[in-house]
């Protein structure tokens, strides 16, 4: 039999977190700077809005921070001889963490406002319109700085998720401060609050299918196995593909395994060949362990998974 595997780049150049790690930097000490400004102008206002958005940005610098800590942890060599896969999948331990956190500023904020319904609390809208407006600017920085690098690292797309939140709460929290000075009615701090919530833990939602989907080891998005499978059999020389696995290690690096069963005469090499380009060159997989076995073999059907 033949066997052979191909590898992808080197972890820090071809890591697509680590490319970011400035970035994230960057907006996490801008989003942890104006939480404390946040906090202490919502306990001063009375702004429920602002409380809950303050909560938000504290979860957005947790979240920040973990995915800062996993971007290095990522790319840290292991000492162990024990991760043979590394550490990468600490990114996506962050995404799930972020999206933990904010699945429980979500509730918190829907609960808190139903607790305030029928009250009338004094808000101060003017605070309110000041606060969110300086939120909002430094939200957008962050989402500059985040944006190129959610396309490509499920990590820093849960940072950008967060990021986005904020800005919708940073929206959120002005539309609120309007509509106070407009009607006088400070209900709509509360109603405000309500849909800020409601965003975020939709957000956390559509994130969390994601992680699973990589904890799960689905195939890839946007990759159909069959599609693959059918691909690698019209590869010359191969006869049947069985045991094919596709999976994502952590964003960027999508991981394949096959048995390929090779015509009788066939150029084993060069059917190992023909097979890793086609998973290079089409899927962009480019760590692939393939074995190429012998028609007459056919041991490895009697695998059960």
């Avoid at 921070?65 to 990468?88: E, F, W």
């Avoid at 985040?146 to 950008?160: C, H, I, W």
């Avoid at 967060?162 to 006088?184: N, R």
Wanted: aromatic residues 4%; negative net charge.
């Amino acid at each position: 039999m033949g066997a052979g595997h191909s590898h992808g780049p080197a972890p820090v150049p071809g890591h697509a977190g680590g490319r970011y790690r400035r970035r994230l930097a960057g907006a996490f000490a801008l989003t942890a700077t104006f939480l404390v400004v946040e906090l202490v102008a919502g306990l001063l206002s009375g702004s429920l809005a602002l409380i809950s958005d303050a909560g938000h940005m504290a979860a957005d610098v947790v979240a920040l921070g973990a995915a800062l800590l996993a971007t290095r942890i990522a790319v840290r060599p292991d000492t162990t001889g024990r991760r043979t896969y590394g550490s990468y999948r600490a990114e996506v331990f962050a995404s799930g963490l972020t999206v933990l956190i904010m699945l429980g500023v979500g509730v918190y904020v829907l609960v808190e406002a139903v607790s305030r319904v029928g009250a009338a609390p004094q808000v101060t809208s003017g605070t309110m319109l000041a606060v969110g407006l300086i939120g909002l600017v430094i939200n957008v920085v962050s989402l500059l700085l985040l944006r190129g690098g959610s396309q490509e690292s499920l990590n820093v797309k849960g940072a950008y998720f967060e990021v986005v939140a904020d800005a919708a709460g940073s929206v959120g929290v002005m539309v609120a401060g309007v509509l106070i000075m407009t009607t006088g009615q400070p209900i709509w701090d509360v109603v405000i609050a309500a849909l800020i919530a409601v965003f975020v833990v939709l957000r956390a939602l559509s994130l969390g299918r994601q992680v699973l989907t990589v904890l799960g080891q689905h195939a890839p998005a946007g990759i159909d196995p069959e599609a693959v499978a059918t691909t690698l059999g019209e590869v010359a020389g191969v006869a049947e593909i069985h045991d094919l696995h596709l999976w994502t290690l952590t964003s960027g690096m999508n991981v394949a395994t096959a048995h390929l069963v090779a015509l009788p005469g066939a150029d084993r090499d060069a059917v190992l060949g023909g097979a890793r380009d086609v998973l290079r060159d089409r899927y962009g997989i480019e760590h692939a362990t393939l074995q190429v076995e012998r028609d007459e073999l056919g041991s490895c059907q009697d695998l059960t998974w």
